[in-house]
């Protein structure tokens, strides 16, 4: 390889072999410079550094340029001082825009693009069906309308607050507004681990109406034997459905869950392996349970017990249960949702039913797998039957009292 010098002090040349550029051989620049101090010979070598071919917009004069830049530097001390540290400095700048042009992404992303983009994509794959399915109900109906193109760093306080005020507006309930505000605080909190904002929730000061949204109604003995034939009329499986929710407690999505592995006839036993609370538990079969399960044909023990008639499993309860409760009239004259029966009640009848036949909150606590004595407590005003004869026992003494007036014609004082 020959080396050509150049008109520029410090810049030579050498041509590529066999290609051209113009109408002549391309070629390829290098600078020579010195590095250190030549006086006291510290440090002191010449490094030459190659730059480019012609080819690629280079010239004597150019390279000359660069060369001159690289002396200025190293004469006032400030910037690269070869063309090495040149290329770092420029490949650490390029990094630096791509982190900011990164960062600004991140930063204007929209509450719309990440719900879609990594929130819910990560519920998929964190959690129940059910749950993720019920939050992009609530971003696609309640939180997009109002926020969803909003930046998700400027979502506020007051978006919060609209999209609660746009739930109350539509008469929806306060719960189903908790319900809406807790997917908004848990895409918040995601977005925070994800290091695309910081601070609380915007929920956080946001007050929702008070409410009590806990079912009041529960069936009497007469209804329920009605519902129950009634069903049995017309589907043979829902009545099924119904008659274990009634006697045992069992939620509908446990049911739809039961595989016939889990059905222990002999000591009257149903072990629930997904219960909502996340932990099994056990539910225990009337003799009217075991006799259902006895007639139904068993199937392997990881195939499920209730299947609807295409062969796929229930997901919901059938509209024909609604259909049928609205025949039978239940719902006349009701207005009031926790007046309404639904299949959930059937669950809370049989809790009541034990209430007033006197067991113990704690022993109704355990067959419902409540997590919390708190929520079995609304059974409590069923079950005060020494309460309620205390209250009997104070009219007696109230009206022994007004007998021995009208007879000694003098008040009777109470012992205190």
Known sequence: ????????????????????????????????????????????????????????????????????????????????????????????????????????????????????????????????????????????????????????KDLSEFDARRIVKSLLDADKTPRTAQYVMATLRQIWNKARRDKIVIGDSPTRNVKIPKFDNKRQRFLSHAEADLLLKTLKEKDESIYKMALLSLHTGMRASEIFKLTWGCIDTERGLITILDAKSGHGRPAFMTD??????????????????????????????????????????????????????????????????????????????????????????RYSHLSNGALQEATRGFEKAINRTGQKKDQAGQVVNFKK
Not at 318 to 333: A, G, S, V, Y
Not at 341 to 346: I, K, R
């Open 1 to 152: 390889m020959k080396w050509i010098k150049t008109n520029f002090r410090g810049v030579r040349y050498h041509e590529h072999p066999t290609r051209k550029h113009g109408v002549k051989m391309d070629q390829y620049f290098t600078i020579r410079y010195a590095l250190g101090d030549k006086v006291n010979r510290e440090d002191y070598n010449i490094k030459e550094e190659g730059l480019g071919w012609a080819s690629q917009g280079w010239t004597a004069a150019k390279a000359y340029d660069r060369l001159r830049e690289l002396k200025e530097n190293k004469k006032i001390g400030q910037g690269p001082q070869t063309l090495a540290e040149k290329r770092d400095l420029l490949k650490k700048h390029k990094e630096a825009e791509k982190d900011e042009m990164e960062k600004q992404k991140k930063e204007n992303v929209t509450l719309k693009h990440y719900f879609y983009n990594s929130y819910y994509p990560d519920s998929k794959i964190n959690k129940k069906e059910d749950s993720y399915l019920h939050e992009e109900m609530h971003f696609r109906l309640w939180i997009d309308p109002v926020a969803g193109k909003k930046p998700l």
């Open 288 to 377: 009217k349970i075991k006799k259902m399960f006895n007639e139904m044909k068993r199937g392997k023990n990881d195939a499920l017990v209730f299947i609807q008639r295409k062969g796929t499993s229930y997901t919901e309860i059938p509209t024909l249960f609604r259909d049928i409760i609205t025949d039978l009239k239940f719902h006349e004259n009701v207005s009031d949702a926790r007046q309404r029966v639904c299949f959930h009640t059937l669950r809370h009848t049989m809790a009541s039913w034990h209430a007033e036949s006197g067991t113990d909150l704690y022993i109704i606590k355990e067959l419902l797998g409540h997590g919390s004595i708190t929520l079995t407590e």
